[in-house]
């Protein structure tokens, strides 16, 4: 079944302490991109990947790192998580970068206390 | 500076009544319109798009009427069921560029009651 899968789908920690939110596709998609989704704010976007090695911030980069080592996984890093990410984050990918179909995950909600 | 403004936030509907969700963008360079719907617990997921060469688009019980001049775009939800009962997001791209750059509308809460 072709999916994006994102891990975990809750997360509970604190103030400064580093947390990886994980994300896999299995369509051989070149084009990853992560957003965070808050209350009235709708789908905001973080930093994309167009391929292996390529990444670039979106609209809300700050407080977050990620990489494309391999084409299927783009993690997403908070080095020293903050409470104003406290968010539900989704991973989505799509087949390129001029492809209009994303392919979103089921979400991660995270809490920083 | 929100370039797609979405309305309503909330919306109660009867089932087989009509469901209308508006919305408005800024910029003009935009060439892509997908609305997402999403479940509980779901990501989103694209339910219908189009693109400023047409005024309208139709699937099934669901249909995007597009006003380039108003640069304004709804979704029709004809028929309305409580399995429509879900977030919907528009959401707006220069697909030649980047399609997942989209900017997305805030949302709006669909409840169809029974």
């Known amino acids: 079944e072709a999916q994006v899968t994102q891990n975990p789908r809750y997360l509970i920690t604190v103030t400064g302490k580093k947390l990886t939110v994980t994300c896999s596709q299995n369509?051989?998609?070149?084009?990853m991109s992560w957003y965070r989704q808050d209350p009235g704010l709708g789908l905001r976007q973080i930093y994309y990947s167009m391929n292996v090695e390529v990444t670039d911030k979106g609209d809300v980069p700050e407080g977050y790192k990620v990489s494309r080592k391999e084409k299927r996984n783009f993690p997403l890093i908070l080095e020293s998580p903050s409470p104003n990410q406290t968010s539900l984050y989704f991973c989505?990918?799509?087949?390129?970068?001029?492809?209009?179909?994303?392919?979103f995950g089921s979400g991660t909600q995270l809490s920083v206390l | 500076q929100q370039q797609v403004k979405q309305s309503p936030q909330s919306l109660i509907v009867q089932k087989g009544g009509i469901s209308i969700i508006n919305c408005a963008y800024e910029?003009?360079?935009?060439?892509?319109f997908p609305w997402y719907q999403q479940f509980p617990g779901k990501g989103p997921a694209l339910l219908i798009a189009?693109?400023?060469?047409?005024s309208e688009k139709k699937e099934g019980r669901f249909t995007i009427s597009f006003n380039k001049s108003a640069k304004q775009f709804s979704l029709h939800i004809m028929d309305s069921q409580p399995g429509d009962s879900a977030t919907y997001f528009c959401?707006?791209?220069?697909?030649?560029?980047?399609?997942?750059?989209?900017?997305f509308g805030d949302g709006t809460t669909l409840t169809v009651k029974p």
């Open positions: 910029n003009t360079a935009f060439d892509y």
């Open positions: 959401a707006a791209s220069r697909s030649r560029f980047n399609a997942g750059k989209s900017t």
């Open positions: 369509m051989n998609h070149e084009y």
């Open positions: 189009i693109r400023p060469d047409v």
């Open positions: 989505a990918s799509s087949r390129d970068r001029a492809s209009e179909k994303l392919f």
